[in-house]
């Protein structure tokens, strides 16, 4: 047995980079991976997502070049060097964590797949050609394990050759019609992607409209987005039954009082995460799980066990590479520098990379007013912002929630062109406690989308 100053279990966002200070901090320390360091994000979401996203916007770009004055007679896509290139960008980012974390002195790097046996005992299956076990202790340990697709019990799924973000992310054929469980981010960032290289795309989405956690106005905004694109959206979607017949795959779908069958090449399943908490055996550590089996932690990312720490999307809560990389200066803050750090009133943002984006911060007006707070709305088209007419991009709007008492900015979705950067400068208005008046006021360069930030606060004074 190994008894060393602190083991973290998954190279995830937060996993990584708490190892490399803990190291430096004189901490002897092991991070341990089953599968690819980087994690989720460099391996199978934002790192490939986006980068085969930029090759489906240059697609389209292309195909609506005659907007801008240009004509294009013919292009053809190319599935493998689109994959090559996103394999390129997925290895540089792999291969430069990868060094990082070889490089720092006091940390050992170990390939293999950890369980608890004991509170303070980890046991490491190695991944070495005689798959032998490596025994570790630690008065600290922390989990960044992440999740996994989560895969509904659908009738018939099991049985047909469905497709996850990781499996869609190497096909090699572009799928003549994709079919979509699912209608949230993974859903609508490939089902746009997808579109735009030319497959026909179907969304199947169960709640009641696509994005649900988002306001009403922002979430139909974004489906009219897709059905203009030609995506066949149906939301309340009940799926009764997958088969696989051939190469195809049929599904039998009620939504709108109707029944129907849906047939497509492809099946992307796309319904939500699942944590990765099963392999760990927490019950050995005593470290409590909530009904989904994510790992319970209090505002500082302490679980049930006092020494064993929970950060990333295995904690719960909204799983965001940001949100993972912020916790990891949670927990270095109160152990090393010995602070007070917490996770409570700290921001979400988040962007969804459609088309245009969807950037947001803060609450919805939904969440506001259900809060209790007098609202006021701003709103402002993108038809209306003077960068979005001038570079051609005017679908969206940008909106504000704001407290009617004290002026202060609640929260805001910005769907339009580079919603995620103008998302941005409303966090920071936010975080700075900067009112919609002052927001109305404020100089921003000419002619930016940020800039349209004055015109939307000045719909409130109409
Ligand atoms: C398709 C897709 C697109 C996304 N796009 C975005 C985006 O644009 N922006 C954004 O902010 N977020 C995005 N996300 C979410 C983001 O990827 C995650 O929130 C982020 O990666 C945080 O993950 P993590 O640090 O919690 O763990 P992960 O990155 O999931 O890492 C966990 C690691 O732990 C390892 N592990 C698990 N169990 C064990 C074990 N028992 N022993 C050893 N190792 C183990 C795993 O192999 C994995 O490498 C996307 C997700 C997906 C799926
Ligand atoms: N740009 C980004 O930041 C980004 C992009 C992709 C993913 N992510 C992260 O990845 C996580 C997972 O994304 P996701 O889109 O898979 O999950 P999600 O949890 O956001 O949404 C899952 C969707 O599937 C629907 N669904 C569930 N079961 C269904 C069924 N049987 N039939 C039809 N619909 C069903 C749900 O109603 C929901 O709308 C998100 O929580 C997000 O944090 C982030």
């Known amino acids: 047995m190994r008894k060393i100053d602190a083991i973290i279990i998954g190279s995830g966002q937060g996993g990584m980079p708490l190892a490399k200070k803990l190291a430096k901090a004189g901490w002897q320390t092991a991070i341990i991976e089953k599968r690819l360091i980087g994690g989720t994000c460099i391996n199978d979401g934002c790192t490939p997502t986006k980068s085969m996203i930029s090759c489906a916007a240059a697609a389209y770009t292309i195909a609506n070049s005659k907007e801008w004055g240009i004509t294009v007679d013919s292009y053809r896509i190319n599935l493998e060097k689109i994959t090559d290139r996103k394999d390129k960008v997925v290895s540089k980012f792999r291969d430069g964590a990868t060094k990082g974390l070889e490089e720092t002195e006091g940390l050992s790097i170990i390939y293999g797949e950890a369980a608890f046996s004991g509170p303070e005992t980890v046991t490491v299956r190695l991944h070495n050609n005689d798959e032998t076990e490596e025994i570790l202790t630690a008065k600290h340990i922390f989990i960044n394990a992440?999740?996994?697709?989560?895969?509904?019990?659908?009738?018939?799924?099991?049985?047909v050759s469905y497709l996850t973000n990781t499996t869609l992310l190497d096909i090699k054929k572009l799928p003549s019609h994709l079919v979509i469980i699912g209608g949230s981010y993974i859903a609508l960032e490939f089902g746009q992607m997808f579109r735009r290289l030319g497959s026909q795309v179907t969304l199947l989405e169960?709640?009641?409209?696509?994005?649900?956690?988002?306001?009403?106005?922002?979430?139909?905004?974004?489906?009219?987005?897709?059905?203009?694109?030609?995506?066949?959206?149906?939301?309340?979607?009940n799926i009764h039954k997958v088969e696989q017949t051939g190469d195809t795959v049929r599904l039998s779908v009620a939504s709108g009082g109707q029944t129907m069958a849906i047939t497509g090449s492809h099946l992307l399943v796309a319904t939500g995460r699942t944590p990765q908490t099963k392999a760990l055996q927490p019950e050995k550590a005593g470290i409590a799980l909530d009904e989904k089996g994510y790992i319970i932690v209090n505002d500082r990312l302490e679980t049930s066990v006092t020494g064993i720490y929970a950060i990333g999307d295995i904690k719960g809560g909204p799983a965001f590479t940001h949100i993972s990389y912020n916790d990891h200066f949670i927990v270095y803050k109160n152990l090393v520098e010995k602070g007070n750090a917490s996770i409570k009133d700290r921001p979400v943002p988040y962007c969804m990379f459609t088309d245009p984006q969807l950037g947001r911060v803060g609450m919805t007006e939904k969440a506001a007013r259900e809060a209790g707070f007098k609202v006021k709305v701003?709103?402002?088209?993108?038809?209306?912002?003077?960068?979005?007419?001038?570079?051609?991009h005017t679908e969206g709007f940008m909106k504000a929630v704001v407290d009617a008492d004290t002026d202060k900015i609640l929260g805001a979705a910005i769907l339009g062109a580079e919603g995620g950067e103008v998302m941005s400068v409303v966090q920071m208005a936010i975080s700075g406690g900067f009112t919609a008046t002052q927001m109305h006021e404020m100089v921003f360069a000419h002619p930016l989308y940020a800039e349209s930030l004055n015109n939307l606060f000045t719909t409130l004074k109409k």
């Open 146 to 159: 992440g999740t996994s697709p989560k895969i509904p019990p659908i009738p018939g799924l099991d049985k």
């Open 206 to 237: 169960a709640s009641a409209q696509l994005l649900k956690r988002e306001d009403e106005d922002v979430a139909a905004a974004v489906r009219k987005v897709m059905e203009t694109a030609g995506i066949t959206v149906h939301t309340n979607a």
């Open 378 to 392: 701003a709103c402002l088209n993108y038809e209306n912002v003077a960068r979005a007419i001038e570079t051609g």
